[in-house]
């Protein structure tokens, strides 16, 4: 069933769990996400960066993914990841998701909050919920370890944010970044806490892929409700396609092609539904 980021986060704090999110942007990454979770009767959200759809993917991918949604036993949510303006939130309303990102996490408090209130604004009226970020997620390859830091979430900022834009959803900044890390991640735990006692709003962490999983758990434990996943979904199917390439010959069909691909992004999208413990939650 079709549903909002609202709705499937719903109980996630008071039953200390999360929802995974997994960044697709074709019919086998989408298919993976969606089979698996359909066998690990876990509650899901597929979500669409809209950088990813330049080469014009979006038209063949939102039918797909509605219509699977749709006749699917288990909820579903389709979320845009990181809309970088509100004329994008339309777009992606006006396409029925049932989810949206304004992300302007590298403006100033005051104008994070105009901006993300318009789009609050805008979403709540079509009934759709609206995820936003405070503080700021960096890049694990291009910012430091005291950049991403320096852009950590105030928990004081926090309830201000929330009172004043309305969320449904919250992404913090806590020590993780997009990408591959140059080193490794150390979740600041504690300022995780002090952020969820400031709060009822579901809390987000991006940048999920790739963070050891004693501190996801641990970020589950201390309010994380959503885990955002793009880059180990996509070293799946890129190790899976190099198997298939070394493995097959050339004149393989399109479905031998992709059977390593499905495996082994299935087994990724099957741990992380794990290690969030909302398998069996549908």
Do not use: W
């Not at 320096?150 to 201000?160: I, Q």
């Not at 806490?193 to 579901?202: G, L, N, R, S």
């Amino acid at each position: 069933m079709l549903v909002t980021l609202k709705e499937i986060l719903s109980d996630t704090r008071k039953n200390k769990y999360a929802v995974p999110a997994f960044d697709v942007n074709n019919l086998e990454t989408f298919k993976a996400v969606i089979e698996t979770a359909q066998e690990e009767k876990s509650p899901v959200i597929a979500m669409v960066l809209d950088t990813d759809m330049k080469c014009g993917n979006l038209r063949y991918l939102v039918p797909m993914m509605k219509e699977a949604a749709s006749n699917s036993a288990i909820p579903v949510c389709i979320h845009l990841d990181h809309g970088a303006d509100i004329d994008t939130v339309a777009r992606y309303i006006a396409l029925g998701f049932t989810s949206v990102m304004l992300d302007a996490s590298t403006l100033p408090l005051s104008e994070n909050i105009h901006r993300t209130s318009q789009a609050v604004k805008f979403a709540h009226a079509a009934g759709i919920s609206v995820e936003a970020e405070l503080g700021h997620v960096g890049v694990g390859l291009s910012d430091s370890n005291e950049d991403i830091e320096n852009l950590f979430t105030v928990p004081s900022e926090v309830e201000e944010f929330v009172a004043k834009t309305g969320v449904d959803a919250l992404a913090v900044a806590i020590g993780t970044a997009h990408g591959p890390y140059r080193g490794q991640p150390r979740l600041d735990i504690d300022r995780l806490k002090d952020i969820a006692k400031t709060t009822d709003t579901p809390l987000v962490l991006h940048g999920g892929s790739l963070t050891p999983d004693d501190q996801i758990k641990a970020a589950i434990q201390a309010g994380i409700s959503k885990l955002n996943i793009a880059t180990e979904l996509r070293i799946a199917l890129y190790r899976g396609l190099k198997f298939s390439v070394s493995e097959l010959p050339e004149h393989a069909s399109l479905h031998e092609i992709y059977e390593k691909p499905m495996e082994m992004m299935k087994q990724l999208v099957r741990e992380k539904i794990r290690l969030c413990g909302s398998q069996n939650r549908a």
